[in-house]
């Protein structure tokens, strides 16, 4: 994805390069410490993803959407979690990252981004349905919301301890519950935080925090062995803290 | 005020890389001085509306270098401002005084 960056703080400018410099998708064109420069950029050129500080002097970040007939995606930068609900009047705002930006958060929202990506491609709108509806802002970053009977139940992250593909549905193994839901092992996988979740088989995503032991192709999870595959195995050993 | 600035955020952003890390301190060696000055400035002044946008902008330098209560309360002290209340002026200037002089050491 092409992108630009935009925001009056040099220091954000260039921690946004940095975290988009350890993405391989990623490529930054240019950056802009004003909105008018970014316009008259995007007059000629054409990009995928602009990183968007709301909070700029005399013209704002939803002054600088305003200008734009076809906007990309948009990711917000900002200090501020107090523009967030003006923020979802846009559809082309796919996520929005509080600053000082943390990797994992922002790996996040560039998955988000992706996938956007993906279902404008494809006209494949009806699939993001809202079985599982996403998190609409960072303080709720530990819930999910999954819809069971039209009720939406609140899962607290961190208390999954793992998830399995059951055909059209996904098993939801939490430490108190199991929940059974319409939707893809992909698409609960973009709702987890990656610093905490990891795909280790092409059915399973376990919580990386609730595992008791490993053996040579498979983790105990409380009382489930879920198998590890070959090639998912280097990335699960390299989060591992080990001696 | 119990918290200390830290290099945390910005040793784990560089992921390793000493160049970035000289380089993105170099930045805010730049800009926070002039940052808080213009602060001070509007503040001494009495435009609250423009301290609050100062403050606003040196949350983000506040909450690079560890400062969690003290993010807390540059998140307050904006709020403050714009309604012309100024009772979290000291505590926020402490902060960014030990800013200030962690960056001297740096």
Request: with cysteine; hydrophobic share 40%; proline share 4%.
């Amino acid at each position: 994805m092409n992108c630009i960056i935009i925001d009056d703080e040099e220091t954000a400018r260039m921690i946004i390069q940095q975290l988009c410099s350890q993405v391989d998708e990623l490529n930054v064109i240019e950056d802009f410490p004003n909105a008018i420069q970014a316009i008259k950029f995007l007059n000629k050129e054409e990009v995928d993803l602009i990183f968007l500080d709301i909070h700029m002097p005399d013209f704002t970040g939803f002054d600088f959407i305003d200008t734009l007939k076809n906007p990309p995606k948009i990711i917000l930068t900002t200090s501020d979690k107090n523009f967030a609900l003006e923020a979802f009047e846009y559809e082309c705002i796919v996520d929005y990252l509080v600053k000082p930006i943390t990797l994992p958060r922002f790996l996040k929202a560039i998955q988000k981004a992706e996938s956007a990506t993906t279902v404008t491609t494809t006209e494949a709108s009806a699939e993001t349905s809202t079985e599982l509806p996403s998190n609409t802002s960072s303080s709720e970053e530990n819930e999910l919301y999954i819809n069971i009977d039209r009720r939406l139940i609140k899962i607290n992250i961190p208390t999954i301890n793992l998830i399995e593909a059951k055909g059209d549905y996904v098993l939801i193994k939490t430490e108190k519950q199991n929940y059974t839901v319409h939707s893809t092992l992909k698409k609960v996988e973009e709702k987890l935080p990656t610093d905490l979740f990891l795909k280790v088989h092409r059915s399973y995503i376990i919580n990386i925090k609730k595992i008791i032991d490993i053996e040579d192709n498979s983790v105990l999870i409380a009382k489930d062995v879920i198998p590890v595959s070959r090639s998912n195995r280097p990335e699960l050993m390299k989060r591992l803290n080990m001696l | 005020m119990n918290e200390t600035p830290n290099l945390i955020y910005i040793k784990e952003l560089a992921a390793g890389s000493e160049a970035f890390e000289q380089k993105l301190i170099g930045i805010v060696k730049r800009e926070f001085p002039d940052e808080k000055d213009e602060f001070l400035k509007n503040y001494t002044s009495k435009a609250y509306t423009k301290a609050a946008e100062n403050v606003h902008k040196l949350k983000h330098k506040i909450g690079m270098f560890g400062f969690e209560e003290g993010y807390q309360t540059a998140i307050d002290f904006e709020e403050e401002l714009k309604s012309s209340n100024t009772s979290l002026y000291s505590k926020f200037i402490l902060i960014l005084e030990s800013i200030e002089h962690f960056l001297k050491t740096l």
